[in-house]
């Protein structure tokens, strides 16, 4: 089992940046494709972005590509998602998740992940 803690999130103008991250402890983190997901009140878990455990394969969202970045540091069991150019309708609870599953390519799909973060609020002010 793996736990996750997400942090990072705020409260930030439109237009502006926040860096979140997510650290892992429990397992060996490589063994996990990565993703990040966000819930706005009265609306469905989506997916923002995932990337594979050797940090090749990477995918975005339509709706936050060219604006957002996934990236992860395995030395520091640590997921990163840079946010850029945020807009009012960014603003939603962010999640981690983790993959145990033996894939090709890291998974988009929220019932594909085994493991979740408590998550953390990210407000964007227009």
């Known amino acids: 089992q793996v736990q996750l803690v997400e942090s990072g999130g705020g409260l930030v103008q439109a237009g502006g940046s926040l860096r979140l991250s997510c650290l892992a402890s429990?397992?060996?983190?490589?063994?996990?494709?990565m993703g990040w997901f966000r819930q706005a009140p009265g609306k469905e878990r989506e997916f923002v972005a995932a990337?594979?455990?050797?940090?090749?394969?990477?995918y975005v969202a339509d709706s936050v590509k060219g604006r957002f970045t996934i990236s992860r540091d395995n030395a520091k069991n640590t997921v990163y998602l840079q946010m850029n150019s945020l807009k009012p309708e960014d603003t939603a609870v962010y999640y981690c998740?983790?993959?145990?599953?033996?894939?090709?390519?890291?998974?988009?799909?929220?019932?594909?992940?085994?493991?979740w973060g408590q998550g953390t609020q990210v407000t964007v002010s227009s």
């Open positions: 998740a983790a993959d145990q599953s033996p894939t090709v390519r890291p998974a988009r799909d929220v019932s594909r992940y085994d493991y």
């Open positions: 429990g397992r060996t983190f490589s063994n996990y494709d």
């Open positions: 990337i594979g455990r050797s940090a090749i394969v990477t």
